[in-house]
């Protein structure tokens, strides 16, 4: 299996992020022999390693399938990640994306921000209509991300990418972003992760 000689970090949004386990590229194996490569970054048991890193076990399956596809592509720039799925090719970005979608999502437990976050995060929500795409409760449907009970690094570290423009994979995202006030994208990501998954949550 080829090694590949980078620095062992993994940049989530276009900011690095330590990650000394993913340093190999998965090349075209089994699922689950490419899944063991995930996991050095995403964890054995859907925990991440990092608090930056996202939750990808019960994820929606058309979102990961597209994410890897982009990653592959250079639409969603991260030099880790692009290295890890030059491999691979259509089947098996959609076998690990169904791979990943029907694992159990971690009960991670976040706590919920204090009223005046959750204030902020909820009029800042509805100004941009995060509900139209995402759903009522946050989990998404098909391509969308589920974001309820997202890590909250993750979740901010994208917006702001998304904002000023380092993740340009979504350009309605993008859009989206660049109308909600930079101060409100912490208390977004606060009140996303404290929400509870709805189905197949550990």
């Not at 390693?49 to 994410?67: A, H, M, R, S």
């Not at 976040?110 to 976050?117: G, L, R, T, W």
């Not at 702001?160 to 101060?183: C, E, H, I, W």
Request: proline share 5%; net charge neutral.
């Amino acid at each position: 299996m080829m090694r590949v000689m980078r620095s062992a970090h993994i940049a989530i949004v276009g900011v690095v992020t330590a990650c000394p386990l993913m340093t190999t590229a998965v090349v075209a194996a089994s699922v689950e022999e490419n899944a063991q490569i995930c996991a050095g970054c995403h964890g054995e048991n859907g925990v991440p390693q990092e608090k930056t890193t996202p939750i990808i076990w019960g994820q929606n399956e058309g979102y990961l399938y597209l994410q890897l596809r982009d990653y592959k592509s250079g639409a969603r720039k991260n030099e880790q990640m692009s290295a890890v799925v030059a491999g691979l090719e259509k089947a098996d970005f959609k076998a690990l994306a169904s791979h990943f979608a029907g694992l159990k999502w971690p009960n991670m437990n976040f706590p919920s921000p204090p009223k005046d976050v959750t204030k902020v995060a909820l009029t800042a929500i509805g100004s941009v209509g995060c509900t139209s795409c995402h759903l009522d409760q946050f989990q998404g449907d098909g391509t969308t991300a589920r974001l309820a009970g997202q890590q909250s690094e993750y979740l901010f570290n994208t917006m702001t990418a998304f904002r000023d423009g380092s993740r340009a994979n979504n350009p309605g995202m993008s859009d989206l972003m660049k109308a909600v006030q930079p101060a409100d994208l912490k208390p977004i990501a606060e009140y996303l992760a404290s929400l509870q998954v709805v189905g197949g949550q550990q």
